[in-house]
């Protein structure tokens, strides 16, 4: 994994899952987006899962009464992911060994100051991917 952090404005950010249990700062700027279109990415999170990161030790949990890691079971690599419990939020992705934990970028607070740098595992992607140029429609409606 490419660690290249620096657009995000914010030197903390926060962030959290759904219901509020499992919360997290992170001190210092976060990677860019990556969004990736594995199949496993794809069965956890519903479709393509946008990611940033940060160096491990950069993370603090602020609240972590719902996290549980488990072992990515369909995976090659030995990945782990945590999710919080109650909720269901997805929240990390890990590689045992590395000093790395990617977050999903849907639950850092916003403002966020990321921006999307590319999609990985493209030829990978949902034959039903939704592409650029299709109407869009406000909240609500």
């Given at each position: 994994?490419?660690?290249?952090y620096g657009r995000s404005?914010?030197?903390?950010?926060?962030?959290?899952?759904?219901?509020?249990?499992?919360r997290y700062r992170v001190d210092g700027p976060l990677r860019d987006v990556i969004t990736c279109h594995c199949g496993e990415c794809r069965r956890m999170h519903g479709g393509a899962a946008p990611y940033t990161a940060c160096p491990a030790d950069h993370l603090e949990l602020v609240a972590?009464?719902?996290?549980?890691?488990?072992?990515s079971p369909a995976s090659a690599t030995s990945a782990e992911r945590a999710f919080c419990r109650h909720c269901g939020s997805s929240l990390f992705?890990?590689?045992p060994g590395r000093d790395a934990v990617s977050i999903a970028a849907g639950t850092v607070d916003e403002?966020?100051?990321?921006?999307?740098?590319?999609?990985i595992w493209w030829d990978a992607r949902a034959d039903w991917e939704v592409p650029d140029?299709?109407?869009?429609?406000?909240?609500?409606?």
């Open positions: 994994m490419r660690l290249v404005m914010a030197e903390t950010h926060s962030g959290g899952c759904l219901c509020g249990s499992v972590d009464d719902g996290l549980t890691w488990i072992a992705w890990r590689m403002p966020s100051g990321l921006a999307s740098a590319e999609h140029g299709l109407p869009t429609r406000a909240a609500g409606t």
